[in-house]
């Protein structure tokens, strides 16, 4: 039945009455059209900047509203897998070893070619196109810049940072199960110590005696993170220089610092889910958030670092971010996302058991 075989209007009304009825009707009808398409992705900052400033030209070319799913990737991630055979959401973000694990589960379908795609730098490109990098960065080291001006610290430079006696119940450490920065941090430390992706024996073994004892608390996220730094709780703690400069706009004092020994390459990619109800429509939007157009919003309004390359800066606050990223870019590392999957579920109970019991 339709919405006018509903109506009350009878065919012998006047011409008139029935132009005013029907108008007074589009809106409904309008909004009838308008799809839904939800997206899973972090929280905080990146969902704010996305559904403020990127997503709204897309919805507004394709009559659809863009809704966010929000969570960590750990949590993203489970959610699409618990709905597989009928996916709740359309497009995900998850970080890039994650999108890896994603991608092995069947979870993803390959994106579309596209412009866009082309465009973006050929690191973001997942193995045939199942996925692609949205915004770029790094785990390094964040410091409360107010606490080391006023103890006379000099800002860190290393990853053994963590375990100096004088940050004892200082250190914040997100937890390695649930957040990328925490396993990033670990990892790091596991390789100064002589492991491997393929050995964290010296990492697990090396860390009551080393971090563990500086460690004020282990943090599911970095949401936390901002409160414990205002309130003077926090040192120093794995973060990126996106993050670090989106908490510098909320006046909070805090600084980046690149540890000697690299940061960890850090990327938000995107897939479209596979099995999804609006298969065309998402792909649709994949490309969109991959465009120059998009990536350049992300920029300006989130200090998000664009995959594609040809997303203009405006200002030289953009300029001088895209510069720094490049500088840090030249001693990141690019850890082993083959091997960290196969055993992550190993380490999250070790972790567990061993480290934050």
């Not at 107010?146 to 937890?175: C, N, R, Y």
């Not at 998000?304 to 001088?320: E, R």
Request: glycine share 8%; proline share 6%.
């Amino acid at each position: 039945m339709t919405p006018f075989s509903r109506s009350k209007i009878s065919v012998k009304a006047p011409l008139g009455a029935l132009a005013v009825a029907i108008a007074a009707m589009a809106p409904g009808l309008s909004q009838a059209q308008t799809k839904t398409l939800y997206i899973g992705m972090n929280g905080g900052i990146m969902e704010k900047t996305w559904t403020s400033h990127v997503f709204p030209a897309f919805e507004k070319a394709n009559n659809v509203k863009v809704v966010v799913v929000p969570g960590t990737s750990s949590e993203i991630l489970a959610k699409a897998q618990a709905n597989k055979d009928r996916p709740q959401m359309h497009v995900m973000f998850l970080d890039d070893g994650v999108m890896i694990r994603a991608a092995g589960m069947g979870l993803c379908e390959k994106l579309k070619p596209s412009p866009a795609l082309n465009e973006i730098f050929p690191t973001a490109r997942f193995k045939d196109d199942i996925a692609a990098g949205v915004t770029m960065g790094m785990t390094g080291l964040a410091y409360n810049k107010k606490m080391f001006a006023e103890k006379g610290w000099a800002a860190p430079t290393s990853w053994m940072d963590l375990a100096d006696p004088k940050f004892k119940g200082k250190v914040v450490f997100q937890s390695m199960p649930s957040s990328s920065f925490g396993l990033h941090g670990f990892l790091m430390f596991n390789r100064i110590k002589g492991g491997t992706e393929a050995n964290v024996d010296p990492g697990f073994n090396a860390w009551k005696a080393s971090i563990g004892p500086n460690v004020l608390e282990y943090i599911p996220s970095s949401a936390k993170l901002a409160e414990m730094i205002q309130n003077g709780e926090a040192a120093i703690a794995p973060l990126t220089p996106t993050s670090v400069a989106t908490l510098q706009e909320k006046g909070i004092a805090v600084e980046y610092a690149q540890p000697k020994e690299g940061s960890v390459v850090l990327m938000v990619a995107e897939c479209v889910i596979a099995k999804n109800s609006e298969p065309v429509l998402s792909q649709k939007l994949a490309e969109y958030l991959l465009s120059a157009q998009a990536q350049a919003a992300g920029l300006e309004h989130g200090n998000q670092i664009p995959s594609n390359p040809k997303a203009p800066a405006v200002g030289d606050d953009a300029k001088l971010k895209l510069r720094q990223f490049a500088d840090y870019m030249k001693s990141a590392v690019v850890l082993d996302w083959n091997v960290i999957n196969e055993n992550r579920p190993a380490w999250n109970a070790r972790w567990n058991r061993s480290i934050e019991r």
